[in-house]
Structure formats: structure tokens, C-alpha cells
């Protein structure tokens, strides 16, 4: 791995790659990221393929899980690792290889001139992203735009985010929810309802390198869709209690500006 690189635009900002059996292509991944930031957080989600055998890096930082905990179980490690260290803010960056280490950068940049939003990956497929990947997001788009009204990342399923730390545990840590496949989806419908804004920048997805990959179609696609259902009844109710909340609460008659004799 190399030695140098460019000073990074902000100390109290890291990366955290969840992994759970990548594979080899953990270790180029790792290369990669670490070429363009540090430090780098990499949670071993209880990996069983031996993928964990990272060597020893100056700025490389690794976690270990005793069982397999879920994505979002694995991220949460890595930010709370994070918060106990110092750290304000945490790239999150997929350990197969889809996104493009040199964008870092950038989003961290975006991250450091906005420190209270959410800075959020809006993928730029290529020819050769398979086409139930590309409609799957637009699907789970609408519905997380229903959500959100609009007010959320443009797309809810990338994993190539910028979260600020505070915010995102204390949110994250009032549901159970959100510890699997379905974190990126929750947090950013969560937070987009806290009031944490969205700013979204565009980065290109890259499947030709995809290695051993853990979604599976059928258990994760009903997952998201129960997650939507709740979020969108919440979602709801809450704005037919403000709603009736405004009907109900009587007009007050402004109080008549008088003027006293002299």
C-alpha cells in the first residue's frame, strides 16, 4: 500500500468499508481507498473466506465482528469506532469495488464546505450495470421519495455516502431498523425527516469488477419494501396529526392596538 499521499482535507474525517467475505477484492479496495484517504476504517463483518488478512498499514484501522451482523450492524461499528476516536464525519465505501476511489475527495470536500448535510452518491450507470439493478433504484426511489417529499438523497440505495457522525448514531440508534441491507434506505429517509439536508453528487457505479455479492433478491427486495410500507404510514400519520393538530386549534382574535390618552 502506499506511503504518501495528498494531505487529507480534513483529519476528523475517515472512510469505513463494512466487509463481509469479499473476497480478494477487499485488499484492492482497501489499495485503492487508502491511495486517496486516510485513515480507513474497515469493519470484518464475521468474514469466513479469510478476506481479513489485511497487512498492517499506517492509517488502516480494522474491526473485527464476532458473527455476521448485517451491513448496517457493520457501519454503525465502524462509526462508533469513529466517534471514540475523535472523527466528525465518515465516507462510507463498498468493499466490492463499484465506486470510484478517486471521488473521495470530492465528497469529502462537499462534506467539509456543508458539515451538517448529508453528502450522498447518485450513481452514473455504465453499459454494464444489469438492468434489474438500474429500474431496482428507480423503484426504490419513488418510494423513498414519497417519504421523504422530495427532500432525500436522489438516490436511497448507494453506499458511497458522507454522514455526519452525530447526527447519523443518534438517529440510527432510536430504531432498530437499518442494521442490514436497508441502512442506506433508512438513514437517508431518516435523516431527511430529522432535517439533515441532501446534497447529492453524481459518481459512476462500476459492476465489471463486482466480486462475491451477499444481496439476494427475493429476502433483501422484501425487506426494502416493508421498510418503505412503514416509513410511508409514518410518513402519513404524522402529517394527518399536524394536519388535524391545525384544524382543531382555535383562531385567537389578534389583540386591538390602542393607544394611550396622554
Known amino acids: 500500500m502506499p506511503d504518501t499521499l495528498p494531505v487529507p482535507i480534513d483529519p476528523r474525517r475517515c472512510v469505513v468499508i463494512p466487509s463481509y467475505n469479499s473476497g480478494p477484492l477487499l485488499a484492492q479496495t482497501v489499495r485503492d481507498v487508502m491511495a486517496c484517504w486516510r485513515p480507513v476504517i474497515v469493519v470484518i463483518d464475521g468474514s469466513t473466506d479469510g478476506s481479513d488478512g489485511l497487512p498492517p498499514t499506517d492509517g488502516l484501522h480494522i474491526l473485527h465482528l464476532p458473527t455476521n451482523q448485517g451491513k448496517g450492524a457493520a457501519v454503525l461499528a465502524g462509526f462508533s469506532w469513529a466517534i471514540e476516536n475523535g472523527f466528525t464525519h465518515a465516507a462510507t465505501f463498498d468493499a466490492d469495488g463499484q465506486h470510484r476511489a478517486a471521488d473521495i475527495a470530492r465528497f469529502m470536500a462537499s462534506s467539509l464546505a456543508n458539515p451538517d448535510a448529508l453528502i450522498s452518491g447518485v450513481p452514473v450507470f455504465g453499459p454494464d450495470a444489469p438492468r434489474i439493478r438500474v429500474i431496482g433504484h428507480r423503484v426504490a426511489n419513488f418510494w423513498a421519495g414519497l417519504a421523504t417529499s422530495g427532500e432525500g438523497p436522489r438516490d436511497s440505495l448507494c453506499g458511497f455516502r458522507v454522514y455526519p457522525l452525530d447526527a447519523t448514531t443518534r438517529t440510527l440508534g432510536a430504531t432498530p431498523l437499518g442494521r442490514g441491507f436497508d441502512f442506506e434506505t433508512m438513514t437517508g429517509i431518516l435523516l431527511a425527516q430529522r432535517g439533515i439536508y441532501c446534497i447529492d453528487l453524481p459518481t459512476p457505479i462500476r459492476y465489471a469488477r463486482q ?35 391545525k384544524i382543531s386549534t382555535p383562531a385567537i382574535d389578534p389583540v386591538p392596538h390602542t393607544v394611550a390618552p396622554e
Open 211 to 245: 466480486g462475491i455479492s451477499h444481496f439476494r433478491y427475493g429476502r433483501d427486495n422484501f425487506l426494502l419494501v416493508c421498510i418503505h410500507a412503514r416509513l410511508l404510514a409514518l410518513t402519513v400519520f404524522r402529517r394527518l396529526h399536524v394536519w388535524r393538530k
